[in-house]
């Protein structure tokens, strides 16, 4: 679920920088920056999200401590 939430956010931000302003790459800038931080943090947004709204636990994550 995680590669489709972040692929949708990715090509939105092409079709829009595309059609509408070149600002929009911004977007898909600060989706990298995330992922890459995400690796050495432990911490990635959309998992958080996720977690929020599906009240599932249990998510191997990498970098995440055994609960």
Same mark, same amino acid.
């Given at each position: 679920?995680?590669? &489709? *939430? $972040?692929?949708? *956010?990715?090509? *939105? +931000?092409?079709?829009?920088?595309? +059609?509408?302003? *070149?600002?929009? $790459?911004?977007?898909? &800038?600060? $989706?990298? $920056?995330?992922?890459i931080s995400s690796y050495f943090t432990g911490f990635c947004p959309v998992y958080f999200l996720l977690d929020k709204f599906t009240h599932e636990s249990g998510h191997k994550r990498a970098g995440s401590k055994p609960i």
């Open positions: 679920m995680l590669d &489709g *939430i $972040v692929g949708i *956010i990715y090509l *939105i +931000s092409v079709v829009l920088c595309l +059609s509408v302003d *070149i600002q929009w $790459v911004y977007l898909a &800038g600060v $989706v990298a $920056v995330l992922q």
